[in-house]
């Protein structure tokens, strides 16, 4: 079984721009949650999405929005990027609530 | 606020040293608990996971954990660490509570072994 998928793997952005990553989950994984990951703040929860619904959400500013679409699929997309948002934005996957999380390789972030 | 805390930032030890990284929580009721590893330049991996049953869970590679309830604890071990362990890794809860449950991770520790 294919793993978590995120696309693309690298992106390299100006201040001011806005950006839309991809995630697809393991097939049957209809929980798809996001996470910024950096240097300085380790691993910050972002939101989760279960059967197109966001269900959990963490404390970034409304810039950062994500959707799921019907086939489990997300996406994630920040806008007016800052420099501060230059980060390894992970996906994970799970099939129910209290499940493990899969994740997937990241997409690097670079905002210039 | 419900929290994992990783006391060891980083460590160092050498090749065929005993491991031990700490992992504690602050919840009072049930938990379904995680280790994860992240290799230099590698995604995250799931190391082991606790959900119920024998509180000392083994999980890939040679590492295992202890669930201690009374001590909120999760505590991961190897008893004989390699070269090629060096890494990061995360404790991570998900909190057996009503509603869409997050999983909350510790903010991680880093292992670096010496050859």
């Known amino acids: 079984k294919a793993g978590v998928t995120q696309t693309p793997r690298y992106l390299i952005k100006t201040r001011g721009q806005q950006v839309t990553l991809s995630c697809s989950p393991i097939?049957?994984?209809?929980?798809v949650s996001w996470y910024q990951q950096t240097p300085g703040q380790g691993l910050q929860f972002l939101f989760e999405?279960?059967?197109?619904?966001?269900?959990n959400k963490g404390n970034f500013p409304g810039r950062f929005s994500g959707r799921q679409f019907s086939n489990s699929r997300s996406e994630m997309n920040v806008s007016t990027l800052e420099l501060g948002d230059s980060a390894l934005y992970l996906c994970?996957?799970?099939?129910?609530?209290?499940?493990?999380?899969?994740f997937g390789p990241g997409t690097r972030l670079t905002v210039l | 606020a419900q929290s994992v805390s990783q006391h060891n930032h980083h460590v160092i030890l050498s090749e065929a040293a005993s491991l031990e990284l700490g992992c504690n929580y602050s919840?009072?009721?049930?938990?379904?608990l995680f280790w994860y590893v992240q290799y230099p330049g590698q995604h995250l991996q799931l190391l082991l996971k606790?959900?119920?049953?024998?509180?000392l869970v083994k999980g890939i590679k040679g590492f295992e954990a202890e669930f201690i309830k009374s001590k909120f604890s999760f505590n991961l071990r190897k008893p004989s660490v390699q070269w090629s362990d060096t890494a990061e890794y995360f404790c991570?809860?998900?909190?057996?509570?009503?509603?869409?449950?997050?999983?909350?991770f510790g903010t991680g520790t880093r292992l670096l072994v010496s050859p």
């Open positions: 994970a996957s799970r099939i129910s609530s209290t499940d493990t999380q899969y």
């Open positions: 097939s049957g994984h209809r929980s």
């Open positions: 999405y279960f059967s197109e619904t966001q269900r």
């Open positions: 919840y009072g009721g049930t938990v379904n």
């Open positions: 606790y959900f119920s049953g024998d509180p």
């Open positions: 991570a809860v998900i909190l057996m509570n009503t509603g869409f449950q997050k999983l909350v």
